[in-house]
């Protein structure tokens, strides 16, 4: 069995999951907007193309005839994959998902109205105007965010009423995609924020991994742990909440739901229809299958007989803090010197300050105290530099 796959989208994650289509004998092509990116220096092949310019889109899904289309980012035109699944080609893990996720309008609407999942008071805004009256309504603090938008990127917490310009200025200019719209999110108090990593199959029942919890900044992640600490009670709310939204929008692959839990109980917070970042802990060991290997096997039919808890693992970020083309790293050997320790350079051509640019895994026993591991990670990431050089 060998499909040809185009994958909209040639991040970290993307890199990955063409790793694991590769071992299983896929043909893939990496799109992207610029030359270099991490997927395509693993690819079979690649495009480069403004995948919001529609046109330019259905040119390269007409060149490569894919058998399944795959997206791994928010900015494309997905309302085209309508059209690419009444011609016959699996969009993953649906043209519906694909649209309703990309917009944190149509899932929140979806999540709170249509499955009536439990999710904090929300309002939109298209101006100032509405905006204002939007904070006065929910109150402060309050989350703001663009709707579509990727790695946290326009996303703040508004706690006094002098920063309203400033935030709204913020969410709108990081906007991704020509939609100029933000969401205002009542603030839970939550005790811990998880990922649970939900996977829809084609031909078996939907499967759940062990809760990763992380912690962001600048509305991107930093760390990720697994397992994470919750009681069973939160744990089987959260696997009924994600079977249900998962369900509504179909189709088979692995999704990033995002959950909030509270003295109040479990709060849905985001959803994701692609490996996760979050989820790259699973890198470490953590599962008999990493997220991505699980992704590739949902999308190509193949079984998954079952997902086990196998160590416990952190994953923290290697974060660059200038822009430049011509860097090196500097202390990877101080990392894996040390048992129990793997990192994953993501390969991305250029550096800006707060880009991603690789991740520090530890991983223990199931009985290792992950906190301990938290420790060690951030540790362990600390000790990789970036030296950037005059061009």
């Known amino acids: 069995m060998q499909k040809k796959i185009v994958l909209l989208g040639s991040g970290e994650l993307g890199k990955e999951l063409v790793i694991s289509l590769k071992r299983l004998g896929q043909t893939v092509i990496a799109v992207d907007h610029y030359a270099g990116a991490p997927a395509m220096q693993v690819a079979d092949g690649f495009e480069v193309i403004d995948m919001l ?152 029942p939907t499967l759940f991994c062990p809760a990763i919890g992380h912690r962001q900044e600048r509305g991107d992640y930093q760390e990720s742990w697994q397992p994470c600490a919750m009681n069973a009670d939160q744990y089987e709310e959260a696997c009924i909440m994600a079977e249900k939204i998962t369900a509504a929008l179909g189709g088979a692959g692995i999704w990033g739901v995002e959950f909030f839990l509270t003295a109040k109980g479990v709060y849905f917070s985001e959803l994701s229809p692609r490996p996760h970042d979050t989820g790259m802990v699973t890198l470490a060991g953590t599962q008999n299958f990493s997220e991505f290997e699980l992704h590739a096997r949902a999308i190509l039919g193949l079984p998954i007989p079952e997902i086990s808890l196998e160590r416990a693992g952190v994953s923290a970020v290697i974060l660059a803090h200038k822009t430049s083309s011509q860097f090196e790293f500097t202390g990877i050997e101080n990392v894996l010197i040390n048992t129990g320790t793997d990192i994953r350079l993501f390969g991305k051509p250029t550096t800006r300050p707060y880009r991603r640019m690789g991740v520090v895994l530890v991983n223990d026993t199931i009985l290792a105290n992950v906190e301990e591991l938290r420790a060690k990670a951030a540790e362990y990431a600390s000790k990789v530099g970036i030296n950037y050089r005059e061009a």
């Open 53 to 204: 310019d529609g046109d330019a889109l259905d040119a390269v899904i007409d060149k490569h005839r894919p058998d399944l289309i795959v997206p791994e980012v928010e900015a494309i035109r997905t309302e085209r994959f309508y059209a690419y699944e009444q011609q016959g080609m699996q969009v993953v893990p649906s043209a519906r998902a694909a649209n309703f996720t990309m917009n944190r309008k149509l899932i929140r609407d979806l999540a709170s109205k249509e499955v009536g999942l439990r999710t904090a008071r929300y309002a939109y805004a298209t101006s100032f105007d509405q905006f204002a009256e939007a904070v006065k309504s929910i109150g402060l603090p309050c989350v703001v965010k663009p709707l579509m938008s990727s790695s946290g990127k326009g996303q703040s917490v508004l706690r006094e009423e002098t920063k309203m310009q400033e935030v709204w200025e913020y969410a709108i200019n990081n906007s991704r995609g020509d939609i100029r719209e933000v969401i205002i999110e009542e603030f839970i108090a939550f005790e811990t924020e998880i990922t649970l990593l939900t996977v829809t199959q084609q031909n078996g």
